[in-house]
C-alpha cells in the first residue's frame, strides 16, 4: 500500500522519469510487479502501472472493495469461515430547507 498521502507514479525507475500520475490517497493498495533497485513497478486496482520509489510503500496491508456484495473469509481455502461481510454503502445528501 502507498505510505503517504501525495505519492508519485513515474514512467521509469527513476526521479529523472516523468510523473505520471499522482496518488492522493495514503495506504491505497497496489500490487508489486517488478523491483529495480529502490524502485518497485506497481500496478493499482485502475490497472494504472508505472514506477515508485520504495521510500513511498507501506508494509501495511490494505483492501478495496469494488464490488457491491463481498465476503471477507479468514483463509483462501474453501473450508475457511467468513469474517466479515462487505457492502457498499452509498450516501444521498439532501440540502433540505
Known amino acids: ?4 498521502e501525495e505519492v508519485n507514479l513515474r514512467s521509469g525507475p527513476s526521479f529523472s522519469h516523468p510523473i505520471k ?3 492522493n490517497k495514503k495506504y491505497l ?10 524502485w518497485r513497478e506497481i500496478k493499482d486496482f485502475e490497472n494504472n502501472s508505472g514506477w515508485i520509489h520504495v521510500s ?5 496491508k490494505s483492501a478495496i472493495n469494488i464490488k457491491k ?14 469474517i466479515a461481510k462487505l457492502e457498499i454503502k452509498i450516501r ?3 440540502n433540505a430547507k
Open 1 to 4: 500500500s502507498l505510505k503517504n
Open 21 to 23: 500520475l499522482i496518488y
Open 56 to 60: 513511498q510503500l507501506s508494509k501495511k
Open 69 to 82: 456484495y463481498s465476503i471477507l473469509y479468514k483463509n483462501s481455502t474453501i473450508y475457511s469461515q467468513p
Open 92 to 94: 444521498i445528501m439532501v
Open 29 to 38: 493498495p497496489v500490487i508489486i510487479l517488478d523491483k529495480f533497485e529502490t
